[in-house]
């Protein structure tokens, strides 16, 4: 692990919590705990992270409270926003984190799009509403 993955990790959980984004027992992966706090993915970082995007390996836990699916559609929706934010040579773990944040708000209260929208530019909405769709 580079130091400026080190930095992003200690950022991420300072900013959102404790274990929000966690080395698994052996160091292979991280857990990342998604806006919401019920569901937690796997994540796999290259060694050239953050030249290489992360890869998304696929669910570590649902909760209690998921309703059946609702785990891999948001694995689904994470690589989807992965591949619309990520930059070469830049961080992305806080970009994930915000842009799902607001995808899942939105799948699971469809009125706030309405409010949300009159933030949003144009080229803001269209990607939103896409990566909500699918």
Do not use: W
Not at 33 to 38: I, T
Not at 65 to 91: W, Y
Not at 119 to 131: F, N, P, T, Y
């Amino acid at each position: 692990m580079n130091e400026e993955f080190l930095e992003e990790l200690e950022a991420i959980n300072a900013i959102y919590g404790t274990d929000t984004l966690r080395g698994d027992e052996e160091k292979t992966s991280f857990i990342l705990r998604l806006p919401g706090g019920s569901i937690c993915i796997r994540l796999q970082f290259p060694s050239e992270y953050p030249k290489l995007p992360p890869v998304i390996a696929g669910t570590h836990g649902a909760g209690e409270t998921s309703v059946k699916g609702e785990a891999n559609q948001a694995v689904l929706r994470c690589k989807t926003v992965l591949q619309q934010i990520f930059q070469p040579g830049h961080p992305c773990i806080f970009d994930l984190m915000e842009e799902l944040r607001l995808v899942l708000l939105i799948l699971k209260r469809p009125e706030l799009l309405t409010r949300q929208s009159r933030h949003l530019d144009s080229i803001q909405m269209r990607k939103l509403l896409a990566v909500a769709r699918r």
